[in-house]
């Protein structure tokens, strides 16, 4: 830990040099606190691990120092090139499925004949060690990069090892997670969906951010993981590694060194998640009335875990995972064994299959273009069958082949639908495909509005709270300094899924309206959405236990009177405040 | 100077870890193996244990390489690698 530390300081001093009068790192921070948006609940207790910041590009023509030859300089950047090969090789034996081939790839690449040939023959023309490295990997990676699909994404990988390669010659730590072989909190600005591919959950206790949002990749993959999780703590980057804190990721604060109260909270969420971590499959309110709590999978082995959690079916299985990493669409025969392993999980029970839902965050090279001013408001989900036609149709094709002979009840529902002739679209392409029950995602405001008339072309709506977010309140879901509009506590996103289950009413043949967003993960707002009608609510399998235990605490009359205190709040906070206030299984259980 | 080709077995192509398995079986040979497209004049060859090389090469399944080698053993070594790109790594 001390050596961590040490080189640690060196970093703080590197990235502080522009403001070399600042107070030196490691002044007292006893008794300090820090407030953000607590997007994973926990409370715990642990070590402050930064994550190192980006790798500072080196001076452009910075040359060799005096008195050093090109020989010399050769051989420290060979020696440091090695050194990052061997780390990354030891840390890949580690390592396991993806992110074990990744860090196999990448270590090859950081020793690569090719790429460390090129930086010594800038060498022996006067650079740097470290500006040559920097200027032979841009170069490889700019050959890669127009050698488009699959090679145009490893460029990123070259990138990293040149940061890992100069971070080396200046010994200061690797850009990335950092890696500890004990358990620690890690605290970054904010993290990227790569760098979650090397988040290992069993030394990752919690994660804080100074940036990002409820919606963020940061606050998804700690739900997923079951991480406590505090998000846009402004401040938190003046921690030093080694300092313990106390994270609790319900309420969204941050100790530093905590005290006999804190280690009592944290012990009695340790005691209360072992208890909490069993659901009996079957999700009911206190009087009975029974809201099926189903699980968000991408695939057949989150299928099996979902299962084995007591998930009453899928209520979002996002077939993304077939297509993602991938230069070409893959074949049907592809796709039907990969629906086949979920349905399989699932045998008399639903699975609602989303098609494939690429853009915005997730382009896919054959199907999206990557150019668009604004990929959120662009071709997207539903609308990529406008621009490519015919992918559509031969995945629901996959799925109806996949469907047949399956014991599960295959429902299929589009992202991004904005209208009822959308919606009437995609319903006569799922019956031409032999799939009866078709239904749509309410993300987009229009949608909700119009709510009624889409679900008289289709047989159930199911609301993406995220992106219905996102877009009620023009918020991009990943910009920290928006959290407090981005949270499906605003009462104009509540609004909206009123309306929605007010269109189901009004349409008159009862059609199921549920809810697959991140907010039925929030044992509240679960309750909440219950009270404002939602039948079915869908959710990482690790919330299912939570959420039904505080689901179990009310009646149907309690939960519509706390829908109706949420939705004429004034504001986010108020409304989530008032319906906590309200229900105290919640503080009891450290949620 | 030795010379071998071989059509690229793995469906995705010499890339990915075929291409990892492929490098780090050249980097335990003690001579230096070339690597080209068939076709391709043999000034142009890459080295055969860079991974961005082979990457660079961009072979898909189905294409013809050529290795070259010289020294001791080349033959043996040559045929060993041939083997290694004429099976379809991606499977295993």
Redesign the interface.
Known sequence: MLGMKKSRTIVQTLSNSADASRAPAGETEIGRSFVGVGVSPGRIIGPVLLMPTAVREPAVGEQLAEGTSSEEASATLRTAAKAVQSDLTARSAGASGTGR?VL??TA??AN????VKAAVKLINNGASPERAIWDAAAS?AE??HN?GG??AE?ATD?LDVRGRIVAELRGVPAPGIPYSDSPFILVAEDLAPADTATLDPAKVIALVTSSGGPQSHTAIIARALGLPAVVAAVGVDALTDGTRIFVDGAAGTILVDPGADEVALAKAWETSTAALAVFDGTGRLQDGHLVPLLSNVGGAKDAVKAAAAGAEGVGLLRTEFCFLERDTEPSITEQVEAYRGVFDAFPGKKVVVRTLDAGADKPLPFLTDASEPNPALGVRGYRTDFTSPGVLERQLSAIAQAAEGSEADVWVMAPMISTAEEAEHFALLCSAAGLTTPGVMVEVPSAALTAASILEHVDFVSLGTNDLTQYAMAADRQLGPLSALNTPWQPAVLQLIRLTVNGSHDEGHNKPVGVCGEAAADPALAVVLVGLGVATLSMTARALSTVAAVLASVTLAEAQQLAKLALTAHSATDARRLVREKLPILDALGL | MSERTAVIASR?GL???PA?IF??AVGELPIEVTIAMAGEPADDA??A?????I??L?ASNGDTVVLRAEGDGADEALASLVKILETDLDAE
């Open positions: 081939e196999e790839a090859l690449m690569d004949p090719m790429l490889v050959m890669l050698l699959y090679m490893r070259v | 995705v890339h990915a870890r990892g490098v780090a890459m080295d244990s860079s991974i961005l090389s990457m660079s961009g």
